[in-house]
């Protein structure tokens, strides 16, 4: 059975400093990778997706990379900004079986001014 | 577009009512799903559908029926609410042509008393 985890659970940081957050799975069979940002009573973002031949994509002051090998992806954010707390979550899509999503239970992010 | 809606934004239900919870997207999606929320979870499938007239079951099923008759709509069913039902309640909607990103609607607060 597919399980996401993700460590830290909780990050306070000050401002503009670079931050590295980390998923791993416990299965590499992934179609793809997905991160997503929530606010506090919010919805989820999709940031990054990741397709499982690739080994990275980027987004402004975002970087996602994918191991599938290990079993890990980390989500690199530079030059954090108080804009950027929020919960930030991993998905893994499954292959197969109507491609499920299992996610992690999230990285809370605190950037202090 | 409007992208993934969700109907309503709060609802407090008594134990053993039932209701609907409405999702529509705009995309032509063929792939929708609905995710429950809480604290210290994350996030788990409860249904989810790969097109008009196919669902199955998700990680947490029980309790709640599915049904897609339109590629737009995919509404959730509470059959006899109870206490552990009140949770956020999310739906989303994904292409297989964008690699199964989900985009995900706002949320529905569902309290049981």
């Known amino acids: 059975k597919q399980e996401v985890t993700q460590i830290p659970a909780a990050l306070s940081v000050p401002e503009g400093e670079n931050l590295v957050l980390n998923c791993s799975f416990t299965?590499?069979?992934?179609?793809?990778l997905q991160w997503f940002r929530q606010d506090p009573g919010k919805g989820l973002t999709s940031l990054l997706l990741?397709?499982?031949?690739?080994r990275e994509q980027t987004s402004g002051r975002l970087n996602a990379s994918l191991d599938k090998s290990s079993g890990r992806s980390t989500l690199y954010i530079a030059a954090s900004q108080p804009g950027d707390s929020a919960t930030y979550l991993c998905a893994v899509i499954l292959r197969g079986g109507g491609f499920k999503t299992i996610f992690g239970a999230g990285t809370r992010l605190f950037v202090k001014a | 577009n409007a992208g993934v809606t969700q109907t309503p934004k709060f609802q407090v239900l008594k134990t053993g009512q039932s209701m609907t919870l409405q999702c529509a997207q705009d995309?032509?999606?063929?792939?929708m799903s609905w995710y429950r929320q809480d604290p210290g979870m994350g996030l788990r499938l409860i249904h989810y559908?790969?097109?008009?007239?196919?669902?199955d079951q998700g990680e947490v099923p029980n309790g709640y029926n599915v049904s897609r008759s339109t590629t737009e709509d995919f509404p959730l069913r509470l059959l006899s609410a109870a206490p552990s039902q009140t949770s956020v309640y999310f739906c989303a909607s994904s292409y297989r042509d964008r690699g199964y990103e989900q985009y995900f609607g706002p949320g529905t607060r569902l309290t049981v008393t």
């Open positions: 995309m032509n999606h063929e792939y």
């Open positions: 559908s790969v097109g008009a007239g196919i669902t």
């Open positions: 299965d590499s069979a992934i179609y793809n």
């Open positions: 990741i397709q499982s031949s690739q």
